[in-house]
C-alpha cells in the first residue's frame, strides 16, 4: 500500500464523494479513482459501495480507514521528526568532561543548550581524559571537554580551547610552608610527590614533570592515584604534596592548602573535542552554544 493510495483512500471515506476528494488532495477524480481500484485489487476486497448517486464505505473499508489514519499520522510524525534532527533539533547528546575542569560552566552550558533544543536527549558522563578516549573509540561519545589530546589523536579531532588553567602546589595544611603567598618548586624538593596517574592523563603528568625538569628537581614520586579526590585525600593525610591544575580547588579540600608556584604562567588547556567527521547537526550545534559562551567560561574560571 503506497502512502499516496491510502491518502486517496481516506479522502473518499471522510468526503464520501470522488470528486470532493480529488478536489481537496488538489488532483483530478479519475487519478482518485485508479487509487481506489488498485488499492481494492491488491486487498482483494471491496472498500466502497458506489452508483451515480452516492459513495458507501464498506465493512472492509470501515477496518481499512481506522488503520490507514495512525499510517498517515505515523508517516508524517515520522518526516517531521527526520526534518527536526537534519536541523539538530532531536537525537542524543553524549557529553564527557573532566569533573573538577568543567564543574564551574558545565550545568549552564547543558541548561542553555537544553532550552534551546528541548527534544534533544542529553547524557552527562564525568571521564578522566583517558576514558574519554576510550569512549571516542568505542563510539560511546559524541563530544568531551578534555586535556591536550595525545598526538596519535590529534588528526582525528577537531578541537577548541575554552580555557586555559594554571599549574599550583597543593600541599598539607600542616605543613611548614602553608601559610606562604606563593612557593618555588625547589621549597619542596625534600618532600614526597603525590602525582595524578599518567595512565589517567598523560598529557597533564607529562607537563608536570616538564616544571621539574626545568627546575632541574627530580621529584620523588611516592603515589600515582587515578582520582584527584584520592590525591587530595592523601595530601590531607600528610601522605606528600603534590602540583595539580588550580580547578582542582572545587574539589573536597578540607586539609589542604593551594599555593601558587612561583610564576607559574597558565599552561594547562581545557578543550572541546569531537571527531573530525561527525557531521551530527546536534553536535555543531553544541559546539556552536559553546563557542557562544567561551568568553563568560574564561571569565568564570579566572574569578575562581
Known amino acids: 500500500m503506497e502512502i499516496k493510495t491510502l491518502k486517496s483512500f481516506v479522502a473518499v471515506a471522510t468526503c464520501k464523494n470522488f470528486s470532493a476528494a480529488a478536489r481537496e488532495l488538489n488532483t483530478v477524480q479519475p487519478a482518485i479513482s485508479r487509487h481506489i481500484t488498485d488499492l481494492e485489487d491488491e486487498l482483494g476486497v471491496r472498500l466502497f ?8 464505505i464498506t465493512p472492509a473499508g470501515e477496518s481499512l ?3 490507514a489514519k495512525d499510517i498517515l499520522a505515523n508517516e508524517v510524525a515520522a518526516r517531521q521528526k527526520a526534518q527536526r534532527a537534519a536541523l539538530g533539533k532531536t537525537g542524543r547528546l553524549r557529553i564527557g568532561y573532566l569533573g573538577p575542569a568543567c564543574f564551574t560552566f558545565i550545568p549552564n552550558l547543558v541548561q542553555t543548550y537544553a ?3 528541548p527534544e534533544v536527549e542529553i547524557e552527562l558522563r564525568e571521564m578522566t581524559v583517558r576514558q574519554q578516549l576510550e569512549a571516542f573509540d568505542a563510539g560511546l561519545l559524541d563530544v568531551g571537554f578534555s586535556r591536550k ?7 582525528g579531532f577537531s578541537v577548541e580551547d575554552i580555557y586555559v588553567d594554571t599549574l599550583t602546589t597543593v600541599i598539607p595544611s600542616t605543613h611548614s610552608l602553608a ?5 618555588r618548586l625547589g621549597q619542596l624538593e625534600s618532600d614526597p610527590f603525590i602525582l595524578y596517574s599518567r ?25 600515582q592515584p587515578e582520582n584527584m579526590q584520592v590525591l587530595l585525600t592523601e595530601v590531607a593525610a600528610g601522605l606528600g604534596v603534590s602540583v595539580v591544575p588550580a580547578c582542582i580547588e572545587k574539589l573536597y579540600t578540607k586539609g589542604c592548602v593551594f599555593i601558587p608556584l612561583h610564576g607559574q604562567k597558565a599552561s594547562i588547556a581545557t578543550q572541546l573535542h569531537y571527531p573530525s567527521d561527525s557531521s551530527l547537526p546536534i553536535v555543531e550545534e553544541f559546539v556552536k552554544i559553546t563557542l557562544e ?5 574564561r571569565k568564570a574560571m579566572e574569578k575562581r
Open 49 to 56: 459501495w458506489r452508483n451515480t448517486r452516492e459513495v458507501k
Open 65 to 67: 480507514l481506522h488503520d
Open 115 to 117: 532550552s534551546r533544543y
Open 149 to 155: 589530546l595525545p598526538k596519535s589523536y590529534e588528526k
Open 179 to 183: 601559610n606562604l603567598k606563593s612557593i
Open 199 to 223: 595512565h589517567e592523563a598523560a598529557g597533564l603528568f607529562d607537563q608536570i614533570i616538564h616544571v621539574f625538569q626545568k627546575e632541574k628537581i627530580v621529584p620523588t614520586i611516592t603515589s
Open 293 to 297: 559562551n567561551r568568553l563568560k567560561i
